[in-house]
């Protein structure tokens, strides 16, 4: 059994209509706890709680700062490549976009590799389009291999892949999976996701899952927030990283809570997260998974990051361009259009001025053949 | 009256051991070693980057022994690298072994963790094992050639303090080596009891880090692990439930 059926049994229970039910003293009640359950999950991303922020980011923070000290660990995306055969309607990779595509060559690679490693970032993301011509899993190994000279720590963030070209990819040295589901209430998952094999909603929502089982440290998920209700959305997001807590306990689970942003097309989805609901969101997650690492985006604008530092965060993007060797080339089509485009130094700066100190280097993965 | 602590042929006058994580900055390491007293300071390898110019280790004072220590590994075989690591690039021969394979509470895994002793102190390394306080494994540690072993007086980072009581007592009383409480401990008290139950030293890291005035704490932590300890020495006068009579009730008996 997947987190597929988890969701299902759970999703009897979750409608529109509950959120209403809960009051001030069902928040308190939840924070008073040691343990928090799928209850105490609702209650605090309940209208009620939504009066009762402060309380909440109060306790938010002691759990961060006692579990994650005074440090925010910095990581840079980089993007290899745009092709993509999915047509999403919120993204500007968007197959049905006619733009001149791009994919980095090895020398492309080093040389964005340098301009990033010379920032003093250690931990990277690599993250393509959907192509498994483009850029399949040998493509993948092959940037790895030339990344692994400058980083510590190479992520990735690719279209999913069995469990098998997981492992394939562990052993080149990835450690790291970043995966969102994007949507978890599948009827509109079904909508957003025209064409193209990202359309199986199932062969994403169990990918994370065989990230896990092929070994890797870090698994992170997120929802991205803006496509349909968020209560619901960030429910079943944090229910979905607690049963991979609970079932892969080596593994290192974290969240994202990426918020919809402009793009090359035109999409609606009528559902705003405003600020007052992301901070909602982030606080219910550290509140509900206190050891859990939590990723902020540069799709925020710097004057709400430099706030939300303090509420739970423990990993931020700097220095970011969401382009095809964005580091080092002119005139490529951004993913997505970020908020907050501050370098590394000058995030580092802002870090320092309030009490964090940056952490380039987090970890290692050490060769075992010279060790 | 002369208290030697002696691990791994070093003689140490503070039993208080320090962390380099989770502060603000990294200058505030020197300030914390000289407030707190402290000889021995650990540092995550895994955050040890030589080609930063804000390297971790070149804030901290050169009296001090490093303990590097293998946070990160989730098998015995990746603390042995890491260790072995540490010792290449000149961090000296002592390691304190952490293998933790449960991101959820970060509890240690006490099989692997004996087995990277076994192998590192083969090695010549002086092993310092952080561990669940479970008896028996700490006798493995023991005979697998540890230096001392470290339990856990609560999970790391809650400053819940101690606990594993009952199981810190009878690992002090059945253990030869020194017991470190490591982890846990929030309040210079805290300190101060594992010091007087007869733990060897203590090793802490958030209490100070996430303290209000780090410094401060770190002065608070020095004197209540020296308080502690020569409550110890001195001998604690036994509990009585009731008040016992000052005369001796048999006295008549001549
Ligand atoms: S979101 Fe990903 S899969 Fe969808 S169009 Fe954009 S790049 Fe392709």
């Known amino acids: 059994m997947g987190f597929y059926e988890t969701a299902h049994a759970l999703g009897h229970q979750v409608n529109a209509g509950m959120w209403g039910q809960f009051n001030k003293e069902d928040v308190r009640r939840s924070l008073r706890k040691e343990q928090l359950d799928e209850h105490d999950l609702q209650v605090l991303l309940s209208p009620a709680a939504g009066d009762c922020l402060e309380e909440m980011a109060r306790q938010a923070r002691s759990l961060t700062r006692s579990h994650f000290g005074h440090v925010m660990q910095l ?26 595509r791009k994919k980095l060559s090895p020398e492309e690679v080093r040389r964005e590799a340098e301009a990033i490693a010379a920032t003093g970032i250690r931990h990277i993301l690599i993250l393509t389009g959907e192509s498994r011509t483009e850029s399949p899993v040998s493509y993948l190994k092959e940037c790895v291999r030339i990344l692994k000279e400058f980083f510590s720590s190479v992520s990735i963030e690719v ?49 994370p899952e065989r990230g896990c089982r092929a070994g890797f440290r870090v698994v992170n998920i997120g929802a991205l927030l803006g496509m349909y209700d968020w209560r619901q959305e960030a429910f079943f997001t944090a229910m979905h990283a607690r049963y991979l807590q609970d079932k892969y306990p080596e593994c290192e689970i974290g969240l994202s809570a990426p918020r919809f942003r402009p793009f090359l097309g035109e999409y ?56 095809v060797g964005g580091h080092t080339q002119q005139g490529g089509t951004p993913q997505f259009e970020i908020s907050d485009g501050r370098s590394v130094h000058e995030i580092s700066e802002m870090l320092k001025a309030n009490s964090l100190q940056p952490v380039y280097k987090d970890w290692d993965m050490l060769d075992a053949g010279i060790y | 009256m002369s208290d030697p602590f002696v691990i791994g042929g070093r003689s140490l006058s503070s039993r208080l051991f320090i962390g380099t994580g989770k502060y603000s900055r990294n200058t505030l390491i020197p300030e914390v070693v000289e407030a707190s007293g402290s000889e021995v300071i650990t540092v995550a390898l895994r955050r040890v980057d030589p080609n930063s110019n804000d390297n971790i280790i070149s804030h901290i004072p050169d009296s001090m022994t490093l303990l590097p220590n293998t946070s990160g590994a989730r098998t015995a075989e990746e603390a042995v690298r890491i260790a072995r690591l540490a010792k290449a690039s000149g961090l000296g021969n002592w390691v304190k072994i952490e293998v933790i394979n449960d991101q959820k509470y970060l509890l240690p895994d006490n099989a692997e963790t004996i087995r990277a002793t076994e192998i590192l102190a083969a ?93 401060l704490m770190a002065s608070a932590f020095r004197d209540a692990v020296a308080a502690g ?14 008040a016992s009579a000052s005369s001796p009730l048999t006295g008549f008996l001549g």
Do not use: W
């Open chain 2, 123 to 215: 090695e010549g390394f002086v092993v310092l094992p952080y561990m669940s306080p479970d008896l028996s494994a700490a006798l493995r540690m023991q005979k697998a050639g540890a230096a001392a072993v470290m339990p856990l007086g609560s999970p790391i980072g809650t400053n819940r303090g101690l606990k594993t009581l009952e199981l810190l007592r009878i690992l002090i009383a059945e253990v030869e080596l020194p017991v470190i409480v490591d982890a846990g401990i929030g309040r210079p008290s805290e300190a101060a009891e594992a010091m007087e139950l007869g733990a060897a030293a203590v090793l802490l890291n958030t209490a100070i880090a996430t303290a209000r005035d780090p410094l």
């Open chain 1, 268 to 323: 609606d989805s009528g559902h705003i997260v405003t600020d007052r609901a992301l901070v909602q969101i982030i606080l219910a997650y550290r509140l509900f998974l206190p050891r859990a690492g939590i990723t902020l985006s540069t799709r925020e604008p710097s004057a709400l990051r430099d706030r939300l530092i303090h509420l739970g965060v423990t990993k931020m993007s700097a220095g970011v361009s969401t382009e």
């Open chain 1, 75 to 100: 990581f840079t995306p980089m993007y290899l490549a745009d092709f993509c055969i999915n047509h999403c309607t919120y993204c500007s990779f968007s197959s049905i976009y006619d733009f001149p």
């Open chain 1, 159 to 207: 279209n999913p892949l069995s469990e098998g070209e997981y492992k394939e990819l562990k052993e080149a040295g990835v450690d790291g999976l970043t995966l969102y589901q994007e949507v978890y209430h599948e009827e509109t998952y079904s909508k957003l996701h025209v064409k193209g094999p990202k359309k199986i909603y199932r062969n994403r929502l169990d990918a």
């Open chain 2, 229 to 242: 300890r020569k409550a110890y020495l001195a001998g604690l006068g036994p509990v009585e439930e009731t």
